[in-house]
């Protein structure tokens, strides 16, 4: 599918990709994978043809169809579901020339295609796309103005699919995805039909989707069968069986040179000294395939654990003036849970946690916080309002008034911005860099509640080993909001649901909740064979598009309806008298299959004309 051959590119000083190279093949759904910063959205850009590289080549079939999710979300009055459905730019420009086709052979050829690319189930195929990513009906017939940037986004990444390009380029598509999201979208992307090719540092959407890893490590590419898991264990072991093979080589080399610096001035020996110092020069030293070192997260935790439990409510209700948002919270919180909230985006599983920590007022019931508990907050949004002047060295000294300078370096280098580091502005910092400040800040005091709400984005695979790795180092409570399902799975061991206006305890493991949630959602395959079956099968053909009732007399319909069934029908008479000739079959058997296909589906694109027609007459004849 995507040959890339002595690809090389660089960005200022520093060099993204040094004479890399990979064969990606058809049909495989291929994970792409490095550290953040590498270059991966950078090969995107190159494969969209947004940049051309220094040297090298990156080589794609003639006529391939690109579908990547553009960078700004999608806005204006147009319904959701419209603009979806506007993604398949075949299907609407054939849609509008249906419209005005007055040559009776391209009509014909039109209704083909029309079938061809069952076109007959594509409002089914969008709202089931929509209704999975977390849109119901309701919300599919609104404007993209009326939705935030994120949600915007979600209908940016359902256009792509509903598009159904022979490669798809998908960035970290999970990032403005809830769980219940991303599990839709993995379970989706298991059976996609064509090529896909996706940057993302979800383990779980990596192992359940891909069946290739696209490495990308020191400017050099390398794919891996398997999906991730396996991808990590071939890398271990190549790592282990490259570190004895280097092990060796050094002891050869000692050995040879040894034999040089005794035996170089000996007449006896010279010729042998000789040899062995060009097996010297020809021997390739072996580099041992090193991962470059995460720097770890470090969450202080409380000096000392309360009496259980922190947070008991009885009946507590909560919200945003006079709308209601949760009731009948009737739940405690001990000092050593670990809590994942689970629930669709707007359920109000912020407000929730907003509530725990004391940052909303309760609006009935009661709620029991202890008095000395401290609580730590990292939510997305704050990682957008730090000061970009800012450095950490200046956010630290705020919270260590007393400090000396070299305390405050040293807690720095505690949160992971040690040396100059420290010293960079916030707009200078990475996504990932960002977090990282954040969630140092949110836990600098070591509180005994720790609420994150999604820490992972902008987290490469290897840190967020490093978070899941604090996490359970943290001896205080937490609740954990995230789209992250090997998160959830590595660091809770309660599960709670907000669903219906309320939080109730989930009783079962995640592979149970994705269950759920399939079968609520159900899959975009499934809505759409439903579509298809009761369209009449995949070879129902696509009448004409009708205005609706609502703004033309129903004379008007009739008459646009009878045209069609007359055009329909002298379409079919000029098909029978060329069947009905001899030297059709003679000239060319393959016009007169093609002719016989035709007629066919003229056939069922009368009988669906003509159902409307009678319904529209019964319309009329109630009417009068």
């Known amino acids: 599918m995507l040959h890339i051959n002595d690809l090389t590119f660089r960005l200022g000083p520093r060099i993204l990709f040094d004479k890399a190279g990979a064969a990606l093949p058809d049909q495989a759904r291929i994970g792409f994978v490095g550290r953040n910063g590498t270059g991966k959205t950078t090969l995107f850009r190159m494969i969209s043809g947004e940049l051309h590289p220094e040297g090298g080549t990156l080589s794609l079939p003639r006529n391939v169809r690109l579908g990547r999710v553009e960078q700004e979300a999608p806005g204006g009055p147009t319904k959701m579901v419209d603009f979806v459905l506007s993604a398949d730019v075949e299907r609407a420009a054939l849609m509008d020339e249906a419209e005005t086709a007055t040559d009776p052979t391209r009509i014909a050829d039109i209704q083909t295609r029309l ?129 004895k093979h280097k092990k060796k080589q050094d002891e050869q080399r000692k050995h040879l040179q040894t034999f ?24 390739e030293p072996v580099s041992a395939m090193v991962d470059s070192q995460v720097l770890p997260f470090n969450f202080p935790s409380p000096e000392k654990q309360l009496s259980p439990p922190i947070v008991a409510m009885d009946g507590v209700s909560v ?67 730090l000061d970009e002047k800012q450095t950490p060295y200046q956010c630290v000294a705020e919270r260590m008034r007393d400090g000396t300078e070299a305390k405050i370096r040293g807690r720095c280098a505690q949160l992971g911005f040690p040396n100059v580091k420290a010293d960079t502005p916030v707009s200078n910092l990475s996504g990932g860099e960002k977090a990282r400040l954040m969630m140092g800040m949110a836990t600098f005091d070591g509180p005994h509640l720790l609420i994150l709400d999604e820490p992972t984005n902008h987290l490469d695979i290897d840190s967020r080993a490093a978070l899941i790795e604090a996490i359970n180092d943290y001896d205080g409570a937490i609740i954990i909001i995230a789209h992250d399902r ?13 669903e219906k206006g309320t939080v109730t305890t989930f009783d079962g493991d995640m592979d149970e909740y994705k269950s759920l949630v399939l079968e609520n959602a159900g899959g975009a395959k499934r809505s759409a064979r439903k579509a298809d079956k009761a369209a009449g099968g995949a070879t129902a053909p696509i009448p004409l598009k009708k205005p609706g009732r609502n703004h033309i007399p129903i004379r008007k319909q009739l008459d646009a309806v009878e045209e069609k069934m007359g055009k329909f029908q002298a379409l079919i008479t000029r098909i029978d008298t060329a069947l009905a000739n001899p030297e059709t079959f003679q000239r060319d058997k393959g016009k007169a299959a093609t002719l016989a296909q035709q007629r066919k589906e003229l056939e069922k694109a009368l009988t669906v004309v003509e159902e409307e027609w009678l319904m529209l007459t019964t319309e009329s004849e109630a009417a009068q």
């Open 115 to 243: 079938v061809d690319i069952e076109a007959h189930a594509a409002p089914a195929r969008a709202a089931a796309i929509l209704s999975g990513l977390g849109f119901n009906k309701a919300a599919q017939d609104r404007a993209l103005s009326e939705f935030s940037g994120g949600w915007r986004m979600r209908v940016a990444l359902a256009a792509v699919l509903f598009s159904r390009p022979d490669l798809l380029l998908l960035d970290e598509p999970t990032n403005y995805l809830d769980l219940e999201g991303t599990l839709w979208l993995i379970d989706y992307l298991s059976t996609y039909p064509a090529t896909i090719l996706v940057i993302s540092h979800d383990r779980d959407l990596l192992d359940a989707v891909c069946d290739h890893i696209l490495h990308l490590d020191q400017a050099k590419l390398t794919l891996w069968r398997g999906n991730y898991a396996s991808f990590e264990r071939q890398r271990r072991e190549q790592q282990a069986i490259q570190i």
């Open 319 to 385: 919200g945003y003036g006079d709308r209601t948002v949760l009731s009948r919270l009737s739940l405690n919180i001990s000092n050593d849970d670990r809590i994942g909230l689970l629930g669709s985006n707007g359920n109000g599983k912020s407000t929730f946690a907003k509530l725990v920590a004391g940052r909303l007022d309760v609006a009935g019931g009661t709620i029991r916080r202890s008095s000395k508990m401290t609580v730590g907050f990292f939510a997305q949004h704050q990682v957008e309002e």
């Open 260 to 283: 040089v610096d005794r035996f170089r001035a000996s007449a006896t020996k010279a010729k042998q000294a000789q040899s062995r110092i060009k097996m010297l020069a020809r021997m």
């Open 486 to 498: 090997y998160l959830i799975e590595a660091c809770a061991d309660r599960l709670w649901l907000v």
